[in-house]
């Protein structure tokens, strides 16, 4: 275990901690053997006077103060470790040591507690590792578009770029590109600490799908790609916040366009499935590798073929999970991908 080499080991105060501790654990055994002494002395005193009289009463005495003792000991070692040992671990959770662990041991009630202590204590190891990786994620993001925006400014002020319409209007859609990471995070960050607020109303779902189809109409023409809507005619109306939904889909098509080859094919379905309403958007294109395809819901995680910031699919996902409904993804190399959610219809 890795340690500064600067730093006594073990700390001073996990020491202390420790020694409190056993001190607190020396007490309340010497509490239990004050009130066991005064249990014991009547016990003895009766198993005297009934089977020895009172001239036996100090070997009884003796026989059970060393049954009471070694008793006591045996309990005090099986119980007052291991717990000893929680505490202590507990101690170095709360400094932020959240690798710290307890190996299982003494009775079945403390094996439990060390075993959910393992747990939590694992969670908060994970959450503490995915807040510094999402950190770095974050601000690789945001470094690209600020590099470029920054070296065409210092290109136009230098006079190496012309100061035309054509090279301010880079520098605007560098902004934009900006803009869009920052409200991605800011949606993202809403929908998974809970505070995301929906704007729920009735909703004619075939006409909003039908909308996001056509508002991708010019990509579409451009690259000859043909776009499929098989929608029941009585597809029924729910209850959703539509600005969110059609973010859902827009994410969906666009990545569908995105990796549908020029004469390819994307088709989207709709249908009313044990109570709530499915949509799935598949395309015609090389599909996703096995190993990849898990990883595709995550923050930042982008494929070989990938240009976004890696946020559209896991938004998707946590605005579908926000209105109570779920999403999935199949796919195989060379057979496309299907990437389909499911609305309740309550």
């Avoid at 094996?111 to 747990?119: H, I, K, L």
């Avoid at 890696?310 to 938004?315: A, K, V």
Wanted: proline share 6%; net charge positive; charged share 20%.
């Amino acid at each position: 275990m890795w340690w500064p080499a600067n730093e006594p080991w073990p700390p001073a105060g996990r020491a202390r901690r420790r020694a409190r501790f056993l001190r607190r654990a020396i007490l309340l055994v010497a509490a239990v053997l004050l009130v066991t002494a005064i249990g014991s002395g009547v016990l003895t005193a009766f198993a005297a006077g009934r089977w020895g009289g009172p001239g036996h009463l100090p070997i009884v005495a003796i026989a059970v103060w060393i049954c009471m003792f070694v008793m006591s000991s045996v309990a005090l070692r099986r119980v007052g470790g291991p717990v000893g040992d929680i505490v202590d671990a507990a101690h170095r959770v709360a400094d932020g040591d959240y690798s710290a662990r307890i190996v299982p041991g003494g009775p079945r009630f403390v094996r439990a507690v060390a075993g959910a202590f393992n747990t939590m204590a694992g969670r908060l190891q994970a959450q503490d590792r995915q807040r510094r990786e999402l950190m770095a994620d974050i601000a690789h993001e945001l470094r690209t578009p600020l590099a470029v925006i920054q070296g065409r400014l210092e290109g136009l002020l230098d006079g190496v770029y012309a100061r035309d319409e054509e090279h301010l209007a880079g520098v605007l859609e560098e902004t934009r590109v900006l803009a869009r990471l920052v409200e991605d995070l800011r949606t993202l960050a809403n929908a998974e600490t809970g505070v995301l607020t929906l704007q729920k109303e009735p909703t004619d779902l075939s006409m909003l799908i039908r909308d996001v189809v056509n508002s991708f109409s010019g990509e579409t023409a451009g690259r000859g790609i043909g776009v499929q809507v098989h929608l029941p005619a009585d597809l029924p109306v729910v209850t959703i916040d539509p600005l969110r939904i059609r973010e859902v889909l827009v994410n969906l098509l666009s990545n569908a366009l995105r990796f549908t080859p020029p004469g390819g094919v994307v088709s989207i379905d709709g249908r009313v499935d044990d109570g709530a309403v499915a949509v799935a958007v598949r395309d015609s294109g090389p599909g996703i590798a096995p190993e990849d395809l898990p990883k595709i819901f995550d923050r930042f995680y982008k494929g070989k073929a990938s240009r976004g910031s890696g946020l559209g699919l896991t938004i998707a996902r946590n605005l579908v999970t926000a209105h109570g409904g779920s999403i999935r993804a199949e796919s195989a190399p060379g057979a496309g991908t299907t990437l389909s959610f499911t609305l309740p219809l309550g």
